[in-house]
């Protein structure tokens, strides 16, 4: 029933952009907050970005400046806009909902920038 479903993933430049999506069903998407995480070969999941109910974001040091997070409540979607895109910021992304101690994930999306 519970489902988070990510896209916009993808092969891109580096320098280049990708905004990604994440669309929640299945559960009150506006009483959650919401998070994007990363994770690359070899690598922790890290935090990227989070977005609160009440519209509060925080960023990792990595990412800051170059990405936004955002969300639509009417649309049960959260975003990451991701700009200036470089290597190491290759990784499968996976969005998260957390509200109190209950939290749900979604399988992932691949992004990989190359030359």
């Known amino acids: 029933q519970v489902q988070l479903v990510e896209s916009g993933g993808g092969l891109v430049q580096p320098g280049g952009s990708l905004r990604l999506s994440c669309a929640a069903s299945?559960?009150?998407?506006?009483?959650?907050?919401m998070d994007w995480y990363r994770q690359a070969p070899g690598k922790q999941r890290e935090l990227v970005a989070g977005i609160s109910t009440g519209g509060s974001t925080n960023y990792a040091d990595s990412v800051k400046g170059r990405f936004t997070i955002s969300r639509d409540n009417a649309k049960n979607t959260v975003y990451l806009q991701m700009n200036n895109l470089k290597p190491e910021d290759t990784a499968v992304y996976s969005c998260?909902?957390?509200?109190?101690?209950?939290?749900?994930w979604g399988q992932g999306t691949q992004v990989t920038v190359s030359s």
């Open positions: 998260h909902g957390l509200r109190g101690a209950r939290g749900y």
């Open positions: 299945g559960f009150i998407f506006r009483l959650y907050d």
